[in-house]
């Protein structure tokens, strides 16, 4: 006698209510030489991360803070940004959009404290500011759902992996290094670039 088949999803719990629910990518881009100076609201969500240059950055009205490269920055709805280069920048960015933007904004996933965040490893940020570009521009059945969850993963890097891509405090440089490295296993690394990129000699590393 053979067992009543018993669907396998009735044991499962009920899966609470989509965070991101209606989210899409709202663009997403690099500018190599990007002079131009931006004083606006935005009803949206949106990350740049400075590669070369430099500039300001400033959110809603406060003291203005220094851009050079490896700074990470965010806009979102609410107070007046303004923000640009002083001659000039090279500036990788993705933004959110649609009701979904309020749940990255209440997962942290965009830090709101107006300030700008400094990345560690500005090659490993570049490569997944890249890959969502070069996936949201492929124009594929489904590459728009694949590039705005990659935007999340990147995002979730960029502000919740401290040692690696980024912190609000300051970080033992070895301790990032080592941190990149199990980030990187089987990867080759150059490690007096590495040393470099750190602000420290090779021989300390």
Not at 2 to 11: D, E
Not at 153 to 180: N, Q, R, W, Y
């Amino acid at each position: 006698m053979t067992k009543p088949r018993v669907p396998i999803f009735t044991a499962w719990p009920r899966l609470p209510e989509a965070r991101f629910r209606d989210l899409h990518l709202a663009c997403a881009g690099h500018c190599r030489g990007k002079k131009t100076r931006v004083r606006a609201r935005f009803d949206h969500i949106a990350v740049g991360l400075i590669v070369g240059g430099q500039g300001y950055y400033s959110a809603g009205g406060r003291a203005a803070a220094a851009i050079t490269p490896g700074a990470l920055f965010g806009v979102y709805p609410g107070p007046i940004f303004d923000y640009g280069p002083l001659a000039w920048w090279e500036e990788y960015y993705i933004g959110f959009a649609g009701r979904g933007v309020r749940g990255l904004i209440e997962s942290g996933l965009i830090p709101r404290d107006g300030r700008p965040r400094q990345v560690y490893d500005v090659r490993l940020a570049v490569r997944g500011f890249e890959e969502v570009i070069r996936t949201w521009r492929r124009r594929r059945p489904g590459d728009g759902d694949r590039a705005c969850l990659r935007g999340l993963m990147l995002l979730v890097d960029l502000f919740s992996d401290p040692l690696v891509l980024g912190a609000s405090k300051k970080v033992d440089p070895i301790e990032a290094v080592l941190a990149l490295c199990r980030k990187r296993p089987g990867e080759p690394l150059d490690f007096h670039q590495l040393a470099a990129d750190h602000n420290i000699s090779y021989s300390t590393l």
